[in-house]
């Protein structure tokens, strides 16, 4: 398996590009979130990879981030979403886009991505619900900081539901400290 290509950008051609390792050039497909980080042609790239061998082609897919290729190795385990679904999945919303979307359960934010339907992103909500929203805590979009991060964390121990929880800490002020952001947030939950 190729995990990682290291080299010279050749061309970009959405969403392809042809790396060259030292003399040999590499097709990958990336997403669109890579593709518009990557350096300029004849400037050095490094891309996390993952390899697709078919009966009738050997496929490589590039992404910036391990956490990007982890994602997509997710979801093209999912039952009815190939590698051309998975990529337009990540370029339509950022891994912590995706997982607070399966967090709060939002099948609306998955239905604007070209391709998806409603039954696809539900279904999608419900395979990935236990394998990326578990660690919501490290979630960029759904805690900005540490302090936000052990309230959340605080308010799952006392047995509140993932959207709850995200729906309470959603309007912290800025800079709490835990205690004050966990009782802000249980002040928040009991108007609810």
Do not use: W
């Amino acid at each position: 398996m190729i995990g990682r290509l290291s080299g010279i950008l050749l061309e970009k051609n959405p969403p392809q590009l042809l790396v060259d390792c030292n003399g040999v050039g590499y097709e990958v497909d990336v997403p669109m979130s890579t593709f518009y980080n990557l350096p300029h042609t004849g400037e050095k790239v490094v891309l996390f990879t993952h390899l697709t061998v078919r009966e009738d082609a050997h496929l490589l897919f590039g992404f910036g981030s391990a956490s990007e290729r982890a994602l997509f190795r997710q979801l093209i385990k999912i039952s009815g979403i190939g590698a051309r679904t998975a990529l337009a999945i990540l370029s339509g919303m950022t891994v912590a886009d995706l997982a607070q979307a399966v967090t709060l359960q939002e099948s609306g934010r998955l239905i604007k991505v070209p391709g998806i339907g409603k039954k696809t992103a539900e279904r999608l909500l419900l395979e990935l619900k236990g394998k990326l929203g578990a660690d919501i805590g490290a979630v960029a979009g759904g805690a900005r900081d540490e302090a936000q991060s052990d309230v959340l964390n605080a308010l799952l121990a006392l047995g509140y539901s993932d959207k709850e929880a995200l729906a309470a800490i959603k309007n912290l002020p800025a800079g709490s400290s835990v205690s004050d952001g966990i009782k802000f947030a249980l002040k928040a939950l009991s108007k609810s």
